[in-house]
């Protein structure tokens, strides 16, 4: 069983900083990529950034420049670096694991979301 455990959402002032971070653990054969996904009110979940085990990153035009995608392997865990925050940025930040979890099986994995509020 795998799970993802996600810390560092909050509150904000605009122009601020956060940054999110998302463990993975459990049974896991080996990781494809890791990413984030944002949900704000009334809206569908959309990429936010990922990244690949080659450390290819891949970012929402929307935040580019403004956010950084990470990750530290030895922990299997990714983080977000977001910067120069804005209220547009509000929403709920969920971690997304694409991963085996045995030779042939693949399959996602979600985190539970984080809270990330920007005020102006």
């Known amino acids: 069983q795998v799970q993802l455990v996600e810390s560092g959402g909050g509150m904000v002032k605009g122009g601020g900083s956060l940054r999110l971070s998302c463990a993975a653990s459990g049974i896991i054969f080996s990781i494809n990529a890791m990413g984030w996904f944002r949900q704000a009110p009334g809206k569908e979940r959309e990429l936010v950034a990922t990244?690949?085990?080659?450390?290819?990153?891949n970012y929402a035009d929307s935040v580019k420049g403004r956010f950084t995608i990470s990750r530290d392997n030895a922990k299997n865990t990714v983080y977000l670096q977001m910067n120069s925050l804005k209220p547009e940025d509000t929403a709920v930040y969920y971690c997304k694991l694409d991963a085996y979890v045995s030779s042939w099986f693949r399959t996602d994995y979600w985190g539970q979301g984080t809270q990330v509020t920007v005020s102006s």
């Open positions: 990244i690949t085990n080659g450390v290819r990153t």
